[in-house]
């Protein structure tokens, strides 16, 4: 087992659940990330569930013993380090109330990397290495969000996750396409917004490239006088916190 504070070098080997995966780091990368080489028996991902943790924020301590608490209800696909915390909101009972309103939900597949919880640390917010980010969205999807631009309705999105990909995707109409890559999209105050008319997000830590995100859409100042209510209110903070719409 390899402690969480241990710096590993190049060649070093170590093992997991007693033996059940062996890895050798190859490379020391930027941001403190390795390249490792993993060896096994079996089947990786079976593996993975059998003694591997579910990556939580620095911020929360303790052990989550129900990864389910931890899921939006309407993910699909392995691949995430994180969910997009904005949809733990949503229930099976909710969605169907959104759509008996009328509402169109489009879905979006966005593999979270742990770069997100990555504070800025320079002056100049351009030189911040943004993480990359796979993304795909289907045919049927790109065109609901398509026919809502083209009669007149808001693209609402639900999470900082799935505005980066649709801001990422979009062209200068705010219309986009069944489509399949990575982003790495910073978005801050002086961004446009092309495609997306409103935001569904928690509230994020301090100096990160969330709060800049939404201070582009929002206004710095308006944002820090919501964040300063939030605080008097005692509003829960963060992952498992409340959320505010943004428009």
């Given at each position: 087992?390899?402690?969480?504070?241990?710096?590993?070098?190049?060649?070093?080997?170590?093992?997991?659940?007693?033996?059940?995966?062996?890895?050798?780091?190859?490379?020391?990368?930027?941001?403190?990330?390795?390249?490792?080489?993993?060896?096994?028996n079996?089947?990786?991902?079976?593996?993975?569930?059998?003694?591997?943790?579910?990556?939580?924020?620095?911020?929360i301590?303790?052990?989550?013993?129900?990864?389910?608490?931890?899921?939006t209800?309407?993910?699909?696909?392995?691949?995430s380090?994180a969910?997009?915390?904005?949809?733990?909101?949503?229930?099976?009972?909710?969605?169907?109330?959104i759509k008996?309103?009328?509402?169109?939900?489009?879905?979006?597949?966005?593999?979270?990397?742990?770069?997100?919880?990555?504070?800025?640390?320079?002056?100049?917010?351009?030189?911040h290495?943004?993480?990359?980010?796979?993304?795909?969205?289907k045919?049927?999807d790109?065109?609901?969000?398509?026919?809502?631009?083209k009669?007149?309705?808001r693209?609402?999105?639900?999470?900082?996750?799935?505005?980066?990909?649709?801001?990422?995707?979009s062209?200068?109409a705010?219309?986009?396409?069944?489509?399949?890559?990575?982003?790495?999209?910073?978005i801050?105050?002086?961004?446009?917004?092309?495609?997306?008319?409103?935001?569904?997000?928690?509230f994020?830590?301090p100096?990160?490239?969330?709060?800049m995100?939404?201070?582009?859409?929002?206004?710095?100042?308006?944002?820090?006088?919501a964040?300063?209510?939030?605080?008097?209110?005692?509003?829960?903070?963060?992952?498992?916190?409340?959320?505010?719409?943004?428009?």
């Amino acid at each position: 087992m390899v402690h969480p504070g241990r710096r590993l070098k190049v060649g070093t080997k170590v093992s997991f659940g007693n033996g059940l995966l062996k890895a050798e780091i190859l490379d020391v990368l930027e941001g403190g990330n390795r390249k490792v080489k993993f060896s096994y028996n079996g089947i990786f991902n079976e593996i993975l569930d059998k003694i591997g943790l579910m990556p939580l924020p620095p911020y929360i301590k303790e052990k989550l013993d129900d990864r389910d608490r931890y899921q939006t209800v309407y993910a699909k696909y392995e691949g995430s380090a994180a969910a997009p915390t904005a949809g733990l909101h949503f229930t099976e009972e909710l969605l169907e109330k959104i759509k008996q309103k009328g509402v169109e939900i489009a879905n979006v597949t966005l593999h979270v990397g742990i770069g997100t919880f990555r504070p800025v640390k320079v002056e100049n917010i351009e030189e911040h290495d943004m993480h990359s980010e796979h993304y795909y969205i289907k045919k049927e999807d790109a065109e609901k969000i398509n026919k809502t631009k083209k009669t007149g309705g808001r693209v609402i999105a639900v999470g900082t996750t799935s505005c980066r990909v649709l801001e990422s995707v979009s062209d200068e109409a705010g219309f986009v396409k069944e489509v399949e890559g990575d982003t790495n999209i910073f978005i801050y105050p002086g961004y446009k917004f092309k495609c997306i008319d409103a935001l569904i997000t928690n509230f994020h830590l301090p100096e990160s490239t969330l709060i800049m995100l939404v201070s582009a859409l929002a206004g710095k100042d308006y944002i820090m006088k919501a964040y300063e209510h939030a605080v008097e209110e005692k509003y829960r903070f963060f992952s498992f916190g409340d959320a505010m719409f943004i428009s």
